[in-house]
């Protein structure tokens, strides 16, 4: 069955397919009921744009079959709140959460200035298709069909996101990261990426959906 893509503010995107819901990266600049619904949390890092507790506390409430799959950095934060619920993952797992199946990649943050200490990140790659890299340029060991594209980032600059879409080389590459992209600067992205980066390159606005 066919997954449908739900983007929602920033870095969060929620996936759906048979009534099941997995949700991806519920932090600060994203709704508050971002994770609400979710049959599955997936936290890539740390960081408050792509962790806040309140959001993973309003998913889990909202459905006590809920649980987490996240790194230890951010399961040592919330792990004693909700016992039994919260599964450390890294580089080279795999699992199935809700009905999907999700293979995990990477191990650091991208660098953000030499003088900044890199913590950890993770991304995660649902049912060999689709692939949410977190704060990272990181690239899986097999074809990707959807890129879920970190396209705008304190620690990026146009040319790196370009690189990574060739790189990673999916049939498509969707923006997420984009909070902090002024609509002025949009039309430029999107032409560059787009023209340069080898891939069908789209964006969705927060609440918008398509069918992958």
Known sequence: MSLKLTKKTHACVQLSKDGRTLVIDPGTFSESDAAVGADAILV?????DHFNEERLRAGLEANPAA????????????SAAFPGRVHTVGHGDAFSAAGFDIQVYGELHAVIH????????????????????????????????????????PWSKISEVIDYVREVGPRRA???????????ARPIYDSQIGGLGGAEHGRLSPGDSTQL
């Open 44 to 48: 890539t890092h740390e960081h408050l």
């Open 67 to 78: 649980e987490i799959w996240t790194l230890r950095s951010v399961a040592e934060k919330v």
């Open 114 to 153: 030499p003088d900044i200490p890199r913590i950890t990140n993770i991304g995660f790659l649902v049912d060999g298709s689709v692939f949410h890299p977190g704060d990272a340029l990181t690239v899986p060991d097999r074809a990707v069909d959807t890129l879920m594209l970190p396209v705008m980032a």
């Open 174 to 184: 969707i923006d997420i990261h984009d909070a902090l992209l002024t609509d002025l």
